[in-house]
């Protein structure tokens, strides 16, 4: 039996550094699954964040070769005008949420950086830091809405894909549910950092002094790596 192509991968926009590996993903049962699901909710005029075009954002913004450091978040932001693919981001001119301000004051602990007046970390992304969701989309005002409906199993695959195929990668895991995606990395090939969350309900519990950017540029230096420049400017 000859499966007829699902025309829609073909306006998947992602960077070719990606494609080249991620494309099988989405002949896959569960990612056509997924996007009928996706297309049934705009239909039901439901709001999704973030826009179409920024789905894949972080992927796209940190080329498959490019990456150094992996930070994993949980999902989207589901406010209007804040995720723009990017974890733990926000566009330009929107307020800086609290996890992300606590970052900013560990930043600022740790490698003396003054917080930023800007939540929109492109820079970090474009210095070789993926910061990924594992799921990578949301209803509007509905935290976790777009959980368990198939983008776990996709970024599971990124996240093998660079424990398999890159070596001395940074892996910054915040949280028990992104430790549990850190599962499958190799520590004996990668650094893996983990604390808790930077949310204020933890932050103060294990976040705040957990160091993690100045041993990430350590480990970098250490394996002869361009260190990342952490300051945001908008």
């Known amino acids: 039996m000859v499966v007829e192509k699902d025309q829609s991968i073909d306006r998947i926009k992602l960077d070719d550094s990606w494609k080249q590996y991620l494309l099988p993903e989405f ?13 049934a909710e705009k239909a039901a005029g439901k709001t999704i964040f973030p826009e179409g075009k920024n789905i894949f954002n972080a992927l796209n913004a940190t080329a498959f070769d490019k990456v150094k450091v992996v930070i994993l978040g949980q999902d989207p932001y589901h406010g209007p005008g804040q995720a723009h693919g990017l974890c733990f981001s926000v566009q330009d001119g ?45 209803e509007s005002g509905l935290a976790a809405s777009h959980q368990k409906k198939g983008w776990e199993r996709f970024t599971d695959s990124i996240v093998s894909l ?54 990430t540029n350590a480990y970098l230096i250490e394996h002869h790596k361009t260190p990342i420049d952490w300051r945001v400017t908008s």
């Open 27 to 39: 002949e896959l049962d569960y990612m056509r699954e997924l996007r009928g699901f996706l297309r």
């Open 94 to 138: 929107i307020a800086i949420p609290p996890s992300l301000r606590n970052i900013y004051k560990e930043l600022s602990q740790d490698i003396g950086i003054t917080p930023a007046t800007s939540g929109n970390l492109q820079a970090w992304a474009e210095q070789g830091v993926l910061l990924l969701n594992a799921v990578l989309t949301v």
């Open 162 to 215: 660079l424990n398999d195929k890159r070596d001395n990668l940074v892996f910054l895991l915040w949280g028990s549910y992104a430790q549990r995606k850190g599962e499958m990395i190799d520590r004996s090939r990668h650094l893996v950092l983990e604390s808790v969350h930077p949310s204020p309900l933890s932050a103060s519990r294990g976040f705040f002094g957990n160091h993690h950017f100045s041993k």
